[in-house]
């Protein structure tokens, strides 16, 4: 059953903008983990982040992690024509199953 | 060199025909999947290996068969293909949680 969802679905912005995708899930997880997918291909690991952490970053990426609320937040700052493809995040559902449950991602277009 | 290959890249089939997708990761994995994405982009899970071992099956068809020659081979054997079954199909592997995946096969069948 699907658990995360993405919110925009679709979102445009300019070049050098921050873009903030949404996710939320319904039951508990160990980790959430964001994957990006560029048109035609697979999906790429972008971050994790585990239950007990509340914000992680790797480059110009940030992410947050709310368990109360059951949601994460992916933030790409100072955006390049290069981020554009399709953002998803995954959990682990149940906790430690490995397969991942996929939300249906969010469609970023920056706009050189 | 790359990590996690699928071959064919594209495949174009009439229904009610057999059809295989093979897949290989050389990143020494021990745990390999099968997932489906539609044409709305949702990725759904199909298949779950663990050296060689299938872990979970999800309620997929039982015309969709995966078959794991080795630990670093997936391959997924589809019969009597129907219209239904067009979509993206991704190979991906795992050592711990991340998954690597491969460019995915586009299988239309017409």
């Known amino acids: 059953s699907q658990q995360g969802e993405e919110d925009p679905q679709a979102l445009s912005i300019q070049e050098g903008e921050n873009a903030t995708m949404n996710c939320s899930y319904k039951?508990?997880?160990?980790?959430l983990q964001w994957y990006r997918q560029n048109s035609g291909r697979g999906l790429v690991h972008l971050i994790l982040?585990?239950?007990?952490?509340r914000e992680k970053h790797s480059g110009r990426l940030r992410v947050t992690l709310d368990t109360s609320k059951k949601s994460s937040s992916l933030l790409i700052t100072a955006s390049r024509a290069a981020d554009t493809a399709s953002y998803f995040c995954?959990?682990?559902?149940?906790?430690?199953?490995?397969?991942?449950?996929f939300g249906k991602g969010t469609r970023l277009s920056v706009i050189a | 060199d790359t990590a996690v290959s699928q071959t064919p890249k594209y495949l174009v089939t009439q229904m009610g025909n057999d059809k295989s997708i093979k897949c290989e990761q050389n990143?020494?994995?021990?745990?390999m999947y099968w997932y489906k994405q539609d044409s709305k982009k949702f990725l759904k899970i199909m298949f779950s290996y663990n050296n060689k071992e299938l872990i979970i099956n999800e309620t997929v068809p039982n015309r969709f068969s995966p078959k794991s020659p080795d630990k670093a081979h997936l391959n997924l054997h589809i019969n009597s293909l129907e219209l239904g079954d067009s979509a993206v199909y991704f190979c991906?592997?795992?050592?711990?949680?991340?998954?690597?995946f491969g460019p995915g096969t586009r299988l239309l069948v017409l």
């Open positions: 039951t508990s997880i160990n980790n």
């Open positions: 990143l020494g994995h021990d745990t």
């Open positions: 995954a959990t682990d559902n149940p906790p430690g199953n490995t397969p991942l449950v």
């Open positions: 982040i585990r239950s007990n952490e």
């Open positions: 991906a592997s795992s050592s711990l949680e991340t998954q690597y």
